[in-house]
């Protein structure tokens, strides 16, 4: 009796299985950003491999790269069809706070229908789900899939993905593929399939204060050596005013405002402010620029964000000292069609400008990843927004998101292909925070749907 791949994906006792294989790909430690956990990146690399290597897919490789491998498959005997470029990554955030936890955050818990851990959504979670529809399309096909497969996993999305980007760069060709298929997004309420068409573009860098050449006793000195924190606190003020808009000279000149058509469907969207401001964020007042709506802030306006200032003196207990030396980490998103190395010139100027006297101040980029829009008019998002409706029973809603992938703007510009952004995440699963969870029903729901896409494109 031959078994159709939905069926096989949908059976209990595979569920079961596929689920515990997800536990034991989130127990490998792998946070990309940490050197003590460069073997757990590489064993979660291996772990991929092999799963690949064990449902059929053939060429399958580990990439070594200057920073974390990536891993590599591909099935390509369906002549005639379209190629598609599966794209997800192994590597995590860093758990801390560990204190905030309920449970240890690589150790698999499931309450109230969740699986709770790091990486469990992003995009360990996610990324199985591409894993294991392929294994249930070839379990049911007998060895052969419906359309053309390559696959692509990164261990580096967590530190700007700039491996990856090399690597597309430099093999084109090898990758050549019809569409991506990402999943590391979300769904904008539970139930409501949900394609994202867009993501802004991040920059991320440091901003060093210099005073004077060793700590300083602040009795000694305080009142005359400079403060590189107060430096640093004087240039970030300026920053933006209280209305949240970024004070930067020319900031907002190439900004792409979003047109009509997409501002009436974001407003039909199911939304609740107070809910969201009470439940997601837990804040007494929403900020941002004022006449705008969340989602008008959120997906189509450039933000800048203080993450962090290390430096000086945090441990317990009082120590008077005047640091020589202040760091604060700074990022902006932009929108379309904002470009990274202008922006990155328009924030360095601005930044250098503003540096009190008696200080040494310098601007470090660590990241960079452009903004993009993908078109809905193409039959890869039709056969997505079909095969979610037959999961769901429910029509596709289009978002943007606030967040970044880096990748979708390297394959618009070395592939010259558009990706399908199919996200099961939900808005509540506390990405890069504290008991981080997936919903197990939308895992199971994210295999299905894209069996049943990948199989619609093949018929």
């Not at 491999?49 to 498959?73: Q, S």
């Not at 192994?90 to 690589?106: A, G, H, I, N």
């Not at 989602?295 to 962090?308: A, F, I, Y």
């Amino acid at each position: 009796m031959t078994t159709s791949a939905v069926a096989y994906a949908t059976d209990k006792q595979n569920q079961q299985r596929f689920l515990d294989e997800l536990k034991d790909l989130i127990r490998i430690p792998s946070v990309s950003t940490l050197p003590q956990h460069k073997g757990d990146v590489q064993r979660a690399a291996q772990f991929i491999a092999d799963d690949l290597k064990r449902m059929g897919m053939e060429n399958v490789a580990i990439i070594p790269t200057a920073g974390h491998p990536l891993v590599y498959a591909d099935w390509m005997h369906a002549s005639g069809k379209p190629t598609a470029l599966c794209y997800g990554h192994y590597d995590v955030q860093p758990p801390d706070p560990l204190e905030e936890w309920v449970t240890p955050p690589f150790e698999p818990t499931i309450r109230n229908g969740n699986l709770h851990a790091r990486g469990a959504v992003d995009d360990k979670g996610q990324m199985h789900m591409h894993l294991k529809a392929l294994e249930s399309l070839l379990q049911a096909g007998h060895g052969k899939l419906p359309v053309n497969v390559k696959v692509l996993i990164e261990g580096e999305e967590e530190v700007g993905g700039e491996s990856i980007a090399k690597f597309v760069k430099e093999n084109s060709e090898k990758l050549r593929s019809d569409f991506a298929l990402i999943s590391d997004t979300e769904m904008f309420a539970p139930d409501l399939p949900t394609l994202n068409v867009g993501l802004r573009g991040l920059i991320y860098t440091e901003i060093e204060a210099q005073g004077a050449k060793i700590d300083l006793h602040s009795g000694q000195y305080g009142g005359v050596a400079p403060n590189p924190f107060f430096a640093l606190c004087q240039i970030i003020s300026r920053l933006k005013d209280e209305n949240g808009l970024i004070q930067i000279p020319h900031i907002y000149d190439k900004v792409r405002k979003p047109g009509e058509a997409e501002l009436t469907a974001w407003a039909s969207l199911p939304f609740d402010e107070k809910s969201y401001r009470e439940n997601e964020i837990g804040s007494k007042e929403l900020t941002g620029e004022p006449g705008l709506t969340v989602q008008e802030r959120t997906w189509s306006r450039p933000t800048l964000e203080v993450h962090g200032m290390p430096g000086g003196f945090t441990g317990a207990g009082a120590k008077t000292v005047i640091p020589a030396r202040a760091v604060a980490k700074v990022s902006m998103r932009i929108v379309p069609d904002m470009k990274p190395d202008e922006v990155v010139t328009l924030y360095t100027d601005f930044v250098m400008s503003l540096a009190p006297k008696g200080v040494v101040v310098k601007v470090r980029v660590l990241s960079m990843g452009e903004p993009s829009i993908i078109p809905t008019d193409n039959r890869f998002i039709k056969a997505a927004t079909e095969a979610l409706k037959d999961v769901f029973h429910k029509e596709t809603v289009f978002i943007r998101s606030g967040g970044s992938i880096p990748i979708v703007a390297e394959f618009q510009k070395h592939l010259n292909i558009p990706s399908v952004m199919m996200g099961f995440g939900l808005p509540d699963d506390n990405l890069h925070a504290p008991n981080e969870k997936f919903h197990i029903a939308n895992y199971y729901r994210g295999i299905e749907s894209i069996v049943r896409f990948l199989e619609r494109l093949g018929a």
